[in-house]
């Protein structure tokens, strides 16, 4: 296995040093960005990033800036896909970097909007135009007063029941991070429920590449949708980076720049 195998790091942006045989779209000099899954690599000065998994920089975002989309615009892009004006979008974890996409998404499509994460990020979600904010260690979001029709959930960690009794009939919920255990009783079980009382409820398979996370960059570079980054780290400080983005202390996005 290569060392790139072995490295921490899928969201990338930086300069091409030198490309494979084959490569046509890129050449060395070109500033890119990008979702580096597959190998990761990312918590590194260099990486090695498959062609299809890069997309030129928008000049307008800085380096660190570009970093923060891939993975998280992709959830957000396709998390909030079905809100529509006037319909009730719940999210859950989001003060976070899908989340904090994720709710201005929502309200760009018309949606009122939710925004569920510890206390530290209540004033977060409401400069990102979330219309209500919830305190999970306070309140409890599969109670509402009236229930949600979209429900994207980025922390699961609750019963497939409670799932079901914050959405509206015909309402969707898709989780996309949270507990093992969780993930997989949606898998199995939240398909039955959803079906039975009219409802969908699943995991949201996100789809990866450039096409799934660039329309959110050209967003980002038009300032039509903010970037909240809390803090950069170095190289040398990503176990405390990790620890801090464990700790659910990160307001948004964490960005590790090489020295």
């Known amino acids: 296995r290569s060392p790139a195998c072995r490295t921490l790091g899928s969201d990338i942006a930086g300069v091409v040093h030198g490309v494979g045989n084959g490569v046509t779209r890129f050449r060395v000099g070109d500033e890119v960005y990008g979702g580096n899954l597959a190998l990761k690599g990312g918590f590194a000065e260099h990486a090695v990033v498959a062609e299809s998994a890069l997309a030129l920089k928008p000049s307008a975002l800085s380096f660190a800036e570009a970093s923060t989309i891939p993975q998280a615009g992709a959830i957000a892009l396709q998390g909030t896909r079905w809100a529509r004006p006037g319909s009730r979008v719940l999210i859950n974890g989001a003060g976070g970097g899908s989340g904090s996409f994720a709710i201005q998404l929502a309200k760009r499509a018309g949606a009122h909007v939710t925004g569920v994460d510890n206390d530290k990020k209540l004033g977060l979600m409401r400069s990102l135009g979330a219309d209500e904010v919830i305190d999970y ?23 497939v029941f409670a799932y079901r009794r914050a959405l509206s009939r015909g309402g969707r919920y898709r989780c996309v991070g949270g507990s093992v255990g969780t993930l997989l009783r949606v898998l199995t079980a939240g398909s039955v429920v959803g079906l039975l009382t009219g409802r969908s409820i699943g995991v949201l398979g996100v789809k990866e590449g450039p096409a799934h ?14 970037i909240a980054i809390d803090r950069t780290f170095s190289l040398e400080e990503v176990p405390a980076a990790l620890l801090y983005v464990g700790d659910g202390k990160a307001l948004g996005k964490v960005v590790i720049v090489p020295s």
């Open 137 to 159: 260690a306070t309140d409890d979001f599969t109670r509402p007063s009236q229930p949600y029709n979209v429900v994207l959930d980025l922390v699961a960690h609750r019963s």
């Open 213 to 226: 996370f660039r329309p959110l960059a050209d967003l980002c570079a038009t300032g039509e949708v903010e």
